[in-house]
T-cell receptor, first 113, second 114 residues
Framework: KAGVTQTPRYLIKTRGQQVTLSCSPI?????VSWYQQTPGQGLQFLFE???????NKGNFPGRFSGRQFSNSRSEMNVSTLELGDSALYLC????????????FGSGTQLSVL | AQSVSQHNHHVILSEAASLELGCNYS??????LFWYVQYPGQHLQLLLK??????LVKGIKGFEAEFIKSKFSFNLRKPSVQWSDTAEYFC????????????FGKGTKLSVIP
């Protein structure tokens, strides 16, 4: 069974640009969560999707958005990038609920210059 | 809002030493508790979890954790660490229906010296 796949693995952008990250969950998983990981802050919750609906959103500005498609694949978008957005963005999938075992991808390392 | 505190940022141990990593959470209701581990170059994976019942839970690779409700704690332990346990460990809490998120601590980096 393939794991959670995140693309691209690395991204370098400049301030003001926008970026789209992609996540393909494990087959059969319908819940997809996104987290931002930084050395000082650990993992911070961005949002969670289930059946194309956002069920919860973390405390991030509106520049951070996401969506889920009918095949459960998910994308997140960050507009007007800032230096502080540099981080590892992790996607995790589970069958249904966030309190089930989460399966994480390897992440997308975003560097904003 | 709920929060998770991990007391140690970086722990350095020699092989065969005993390990205890502290984790405290702030939420008064029913919680589900987790420890995740991130080995160097690998993705995060579940180490163990507590939902209900016996407060002492056992996970993979000889790890265990004890839930102490009165102290809002869920400390991770291992009697004898190995070099291969070198990793970053994250405590996380799920506070129930409607939240659909895990709240993670900032992580504890464990370095085991051969």
């Amino acid at each position: 069974k393939a794991g959670v796949t995140q693309t691209p693995r690395y991204l370098i952008k400049t301030r003001g640009q926008q970026v789209t990250l992609s996540c393909s969950p494990i087959s059969g998983h319908r819940s997809v969560s996104w987290y931002q990981q930084t050395p000082g802050q650990g993992l911070q919750f961005l949002f969670e999707y289930f059946s194309e609906t956002q069920r919860n959103k973390g405390n991030f500005p509106g520049r951070f958005s996401g969506r889920q498609f009918s095949n459960s694949r998910s994308e997140m978008n960050v507009s007007t990038l800032e230096l502080g957005d540099s981080a590892l963005y992790l996607c995790a999938s589970s069958l249904d609920k966030a309190n089930e075992k989460l399966f994480f991808g390897s992440g997308t390392q975003l560097s904003v210059l | 809002a709920q929060s998770v505190s991990q007391h140690n940022h970086h722990v350095i141990l020699s092989e065969a030493a005993s390990l205890e990593l502290g984790c405290n959470y702030s939420y008064g209701g029913t919680v589900n508790l987790f420890w995740y581990v991130q080995y160097p170059g690998q993705h995060l994976q579940l180490l163990l979890k507590y939902f209900s019942g016996d407060p002492l839970v056992k996970g993979i690779k000889g790890f265990e954790a004890e839930f102490i409700k009165s102290k809002f704690s869920f400390n991770l332990r291992k009697p004898s660490v190995q070099w291969s346990d070198t990793a970053e460990y994250f405590c996380a809490v799920y506070s129930g229906a409607g939240s659909y998120q895990l709240t993670f601590g900032k992580g504890t980096k464990l370095s085991v010296i051969p």
